[in-house]
């Protein structure tokens, strides 16, 4: 998913002749890696500048992208490759930081929370050093604000706040030009990330209001509520851009559907994958074969490749028995239980033996 | 082969299977890094190699440069290729060292590879008739093969094989016995051939065409270097592999013995196999990395998809499980073993009724 396109087909072909690979130029990547990781070709390298602590479980880090990055717009997300005891991980992050300092200083910064028990958030905060290189993706992502810029109204919760974060500095930076609102739920203040950046931004631009939100409180959690949103000027004028966890979401959809706001009018992005119920072994589930274009249901215990070839596939495969890895294939979502060891993958992107793998929910492949 | 009931055979898949799961659990930094580091040496090998070749004009530059070219090659089949595609670092999911989108620096494509070797030779390891390493349908190497005047030659026939080792590699999928014996048709093997060619041809390209006419006043010199380099790796990868399965004590299997009475053989039995059919040879340890520890051909082929550096450290462990249900675990001296796979290819030439003449340690076949 890093890997860079390369369109010079010519080299392209000399390249898989002298060196057996399309990425022909990665092959020095071991070489070059020693001399300096920013040489790395086979993915775009970003180097960590500084490392801002916002809050107990939160920080920002500073990166330098090399320079054949292409930059993004506010509201973007990148994918994060790094290597964990030997095993590479990617994962989504919204960029935090304004275009205006990719612009001018070449920089962009990820704003991550620790995940409870998540194993890149964590490693990240505790073991990424200012110095480290990571792999960083070209920018993705439809959360932008349209131009010409209307009136916005902006509903975060926790972490959420990232991809609103660099759409407000970035605004900021060109001059506010319609009326935003941002109403942003946090646990506490402590829990607020850039709490004093963005009252900062309001009381220097007119067009700004922010209004931060503890839902923890009082003895009874303070939610998002109707009486918030009759707070806004204007409210049927407004595009909203929603960003937060699941449970504020489809609140918060709720609330606008009946105050007549129009399903088209609202953008939204999520941050975080929905969680699996590990504890439970509830195995089978719905997959998905991308490039086959075909979704079955499946139950039970019976292994990817079974249901597969039920389905009238024929994948690659060979001893059925976990052995030849004839059927490697990549998962592109969902989680798998490996039959033979009864561990499960992770949720993301990684490659599994289809003849050992049991679906446990939605599972989307590569095949 | 060791006769077993199916208990004792439940108890040496459990056995092994601790091996095994021990490993696994273990896997990690260590690990990445060993595989990360013998890239680097190959990259550094092939690089030094190819940038002095056209200095060979200087007869101690050609020997160091023709050498250097053939341990890379040699590395990069051994230690890197055929393990890579043995799925054994799909778990850093690392795509340039993926089971499925490796492609490496011989003759033979690597989807060829996975087929006949991963599937056919480790699913069907020394069963006579169905696993077409045993010999490479060009020797015969025991007596459950009847004897053909033809055979009487085959020494040389080992020698040419062994010369142009990576050509009969890549030609093995051809299956030319069956289509001599018109069981299949030339037609059903055009898909192989076109992939064939394409493969081979970039090689024979690279090697025999492109470096050469880069340096185009030294061109002879560079050929030359660039045949000798993989005249080196021909002749020591079809030793090493030589070792594995054609020793005195590698015992053979029919297909009754695996699936008699209609049934699909266990595990166990699987294990009990690998561990009869396959020979280890000792030495230091650059022997075993550049033989792509396949000196431990008998944890490679227990454990096929374990790291191969892992198979000195757990070897210990591996005769230990054999000691214990009484199964030979075969090794020697790395001259002892080939010794006896030279003699086994010789008394075999013979007529079943002159070998018998021969001293039981001549014939090199177990009793």
Same mark, same amino acid.
């Given at each position: 998913?890093?890997?860079?396109?390369?369109?010079?087909?010519?080299?392209?072909?000399?390249?898989?002749?002298?060196?057996?690979?399309?990425?022909?130029?990665?092959?020095?990547?071991?070489?070059?890696?020693?001399?300096?990781?920013?040489?790395?070709?086979?993915?775009?390298?970003?180097?960590v500048q500084r490392i801002i602590r916002d809050t107990a479980d939160t920080q920002t880090f500073v990166l330098k992208p090399a320079r054949r990055w292409q930059g993004f717009a506010a509201?973007?997300?990148?994918?994060?490759?790094?290597?964990? /005891?030997?095993?590479?991980? *990617?994962? #989504?992050?919204?960029?935090s930081s304004s275009t205006t300092l990719w612009h001018e200083q070449g920089l962009v910064t990820l704003t991550i929370k620790r995940l409870p028990?998540?194993?890149?958030?964590?490693?990240?905060? /505790?073991?990424?050093?200012?110095?480290?290189?990571?792999?960083?993706?070209?920018?993705?992502?439809?959360?932008?604000?349209?131009?010409?810029?209307?009136?916005?109204?902006?509903?975060?919760?926790?972490? +959420?706040?990232?991809?609103?974060?660099? *759409?407000? !500095?970035?605004?900021?930076a060109q001059g506010f030009r319609a009326p935003m609102t941002l109403l942003y739920f946090v646990q506490d203040h402590s829990h607020a990330i850039a709490r004093e950046h963005l009252m900062d931004l309001a009381a220097r631009h007119d067009l700004l209001t922010v209004k931060i939100v503890t839902t923890q409180g009082s003895s009874e959690p303070r939610y998002l509520t109707d009486a918030d949103l009759s707070t806004i000027t204007d409210l049927s004028s407004r595009e909203i851009f929603l960003c937060?966890?699941?449970?504020?979401?489809?609140?918060?959809?709720?609330?606008?559907?009946?105050?007549?706001?129009?399903?088209? !009018?609202? $953008?939204?992005?999520?941050?975080?994958?929905?969680?699996?119920?590990?504890s439970s072994q509830n195995l089978g589930g719905k997959v998905r074969f991308a490039r086959s274009n075909l979704e079955v249901d499946s139950t039970g215990d019976a292994p990817l490749l079974e249901i597969a070839e039920a389905a009238g596939l024929t994948p690659q495969h060979g001893c059925r028995m976990g052995i030849c890895h004839q059927c490697s294939c990549r998962k592109t979502s969902g989680t798998v239980v490996n039959r033979l060891t009864g561990q499960a993958s992770g949720p993301g992107e990684d490659t599994i033996q289809l003849c050992i793998s049991v679906p446990q929910g939605p599972v989307s492949l590569n095949i | 082969m060791k006769q077993m009931t199916e208990a004792q055979l439940t108890e040496l898949e459990q056995d092994l299977n601790a091996i095994r799961n021990d490993v696994l659990a273990d896997l990690g930094e260590r690990d990445a890094r060993y595989i990360h580091r013998v890239v680097r040496l190959h990259r550094t090998l092939e690089v030094g190699g190819r940038v002095l070749m056209p200095f060979g004009f200087i007869p101690p530059v050609f020997v160091a440069a023709t050498v250097a070219l053939g341990l890379s090659k040699i590395i990069e089949n051994m230690?890197?290729?055929?393990?890579?595609?043995? +799925?054994?670092?799909?778990?850093?999911?690392?795509?340039?060292?993926?089971?499925?989108?490796?492609?490496?620096? #011989?003759?033979?494509?690597?989807?060829?590879?996975?087929?006949? $070797?991963?599937?056919?030779?480790? #699913?069907? #390891?020394?069963?006579?008739?169905? /696993?077409? /390493?045993?010999?490479?349908?060009?020797l015969r190497l025991s007596d459950d093969d009847p004897w053909r005047p033809r055979h009487s030659l085959q020494f040389i026939n080992y020698v040419l094989l062994s010369t142009f080792f990576q050509w009969g590699v890549g030609l093995h999928e051809l299956e030319t016995e069956r289509l001599h014996r018109r069981e299949i048709s030339l037609k059903s093997k055009l898909p192989f051939l076109k992939e064939f060619f394409r493969k081979g041809g970039r090689q024979a390209f690279k090697d025999y065409v492109f470096f050469p006419l880069l340096t185009f006043p030294v061109a002879p010199i560079v050929l030359a270097g660039n045949i000798g380099a993989n005249l080196i790796r021909n002749l020591w990868s079809s030793t090493v592999i030589f070792c594995g399965h054609f020793t005195q004590d590698a015992e053979t299997f029919t297909e009754e013995e695996c699936w008699g009475d209609g049934k699909s053989e266990s595990k166990g039995h699987w294990y009990l196999r690998q561990l009869s059919g396959s020979s280890n040879f000792t030495g230091s340890r650059w022997v075993h990395l550049l033989s792509g520890h396949l000196s431990f051909q008998v944890e490679h082929h227990v454990f096929p998809d374990l790291p191969a550096h892992r198979y000195p450290e757990i070897s210990e462990r591996v005769k230990a499980v054999c000691d214990k249900h009484g199964i030979h675990y075969n090794t020697g001296s790395f001259a002892r073993q080939y010794g006896t796979v030279l003699k086994r290819i010789a008394a075999f030439s013979l007529p079943d009724r002159l070998r018998a003449r021969l001293p039981a340690s001549e014939v090199g076949q177990a009793t």
């Amino acid at each position: 998913m890093l890997a860079r396109q390369n369109h010079t087909s010519p080299l392209q072909w000399l390249g898989r002749q002298l060196f057996n690979r399309d990425d022909a130029v990665a092959f020095f990547d071991p070489l070059l890696e020693r001399i300096n990781p920013m040489w790395v070709q086979e993915y775009t390298p970003a180097r960590v500048q500084r490392i801002i602590r916002d809050t107990a479980d939160t920080q920002t880090f500073v990166l330098k992208p090399a320079r054949r990055w292409q930059g993004f717009a506010a509201g973007q997300h990148v994918n994060i490759c790094v290597e964990i /005891d030997g095993v590479r991980h *990617q994962r #989504t992050f919204s960029l935090s930081s304004s275009t205006t300092l990719w612009h001018e200083q070449g920089l962009v910064t990820l704003t991550i929370k620790r995940l409870p028990g998540g194993r890149v958030t964590n490693w990240l905060q /505790d073991q990424l050093n200012t110095g480290a290189v990571v792999g960083i993706s070209e920018a993705f992502g439809d959360f932008l604000i349209p131009e010409p810029v209307p009136p916005i109204l902006f509903i975060a919760g926790g972490s +959420g706040i990232t991809p609103i974060l660099s *759409q407000l !500095k970035t605004m900021a930076a060109q001059g506010f030009r319609a009326p935003m609102t941002l109403l942003y739920f946090v646990q506490d203040h402590s829990h607020a990330i850039a709490r004093e950046h963005l009252m900062d931004l309001a009381a220097r631009h007119d067009l700004l209001t922010v209004k931060i939100v503890t839902t923890q409180g009082s003895s009874e959690p303070r939610y998002l509520t109707d009486a918030d949103l009759s707070t806004i000027t204007d409210l049927s004028s407004r595009e909203i851009f929603l960003c937060g966890p699941q449970g504020l979401m489809a609140l918060a959809g709720e609330l606008l559907d009946a105050r007549g706001v129009s399903r088209d !009018k609202i $953008h939204s992005t999520y941050f975080s994958a929905p969680q699996t119920d590990l504890s439970s072994q509830n195995l089978g589930g719905k997959v998905r074969f991308a490039r086959s274009n075909l979704e079955v249901d499946s139950t039970g215990d019976a292994p990817l490749l079974e249901i597969a070839e039920a389905a009238g596939l024929t994948p690659q495969h060979g001893c059925r028995m976990g052995i030849c890895h004839q059927c490697s294939c990549r998962k592109t979502s969902g989680t798998v239980v490996n039959r033979l060891t009864g561990q499960a993958s992770g949720p993301g992107e990684d490659t599994i033996q289809l003849c050992i793998s049991v679906p446990q929910g939605p599972v989307s492949l590569n095949i | 082969m060791k006769q077993m009931t199916e208990a004792q055979l439940t108890e040496l898949e459990q056995d092994l299977n601790a091996i095994r799961n021990d490993v696994l659990a273990d896997l990690g930094e260590r690990d990445a890094r060993y595989i990360h580091r013998v890239v680097r040496l190959h990259r550094t090998l092939e690089v030094g190699g190819r940038v002095l070749m056209p200095f060979g004009f200087i007869p101690p530059v050609f020997v160091a440069a023709t050498v250097a070219l053939g341990l890379s090659k040699i590395i990069e089949n051994m230690e890197i290729g055929h393990n890579v595609m043995h +799925g054994q670092y799909d778990w850093m999911n690392d795509p340039s060292l993926h089971s499925q989108t490796y492609e490496w620096d #011989t003759a033979c494509s690597s989807e060829s590879w996975r087929r006949t $070797h991963n599937y056919e030779h480790h #699913t069907y #390891t020394n069963i006579i008739g169905k /696993d077409r /390493d045993y010999g490479y349908a060009v020797l015969r190497l025991s007596d459950d093969d009847p004897w053909r005047p033809r055979h009487s030659l085959q020494f040389i026939n080992y020698v040419l094989l062994s010369t142009f080792f990576q050509w009969g590699v890549g030609l093995h999928e051809l299956e030319t016995e069956r289509l001599h014996r018109r069981e299949i048709s030339l037609k059903s093997k055009l898909p192989f051939l076109k992939e064939f060619f394409r493969k081979g041809g970039r090689q024979a390209f690279k090697d025999y065409v492109f470096f050469p006419l880069l340096t185009f006043p030294v061109a002879p010199i560079v050929l030359a270097g660039n045949i000798g380099a993989n005249l080196i790796r021909n002749l020591w990868s079809s030793t090493v592999i030589f070792c594995g399965h054609f020793t005195q004590d590698a015992e053979t299997f029919t297909e009754e013995e695996c699936w008699g009475d209609g049934k699909s053989e266990s595990k166990g039995h699987w294990y009990l196999r690998q561990l009869s059919g396959s020979s280890n040879f000792t030495g230091s340890r650059w022997v075993h990395l550049l033989s792509g520890h396949l000196s431990f051909q008998v944890e490679h082929h227990v454990f096929p998809d374990l790291p191969a550096h892992r198979y000195p450290e757990i070897s210990e462990r591996v005769k230990a499980v054999c000691d214990k249900h009484g199964i030979h675990y075969n090794t020697g001296s790395f001259a002892r073993q080939y010794g006896t796979v030279l003699k086994r290819i010789a008394a075999f030439s013979l007529p079943d009724r002159l070998r018998a003449r021969l001293p039981a340690s001549e014939v090199g076949q177990a009793t």
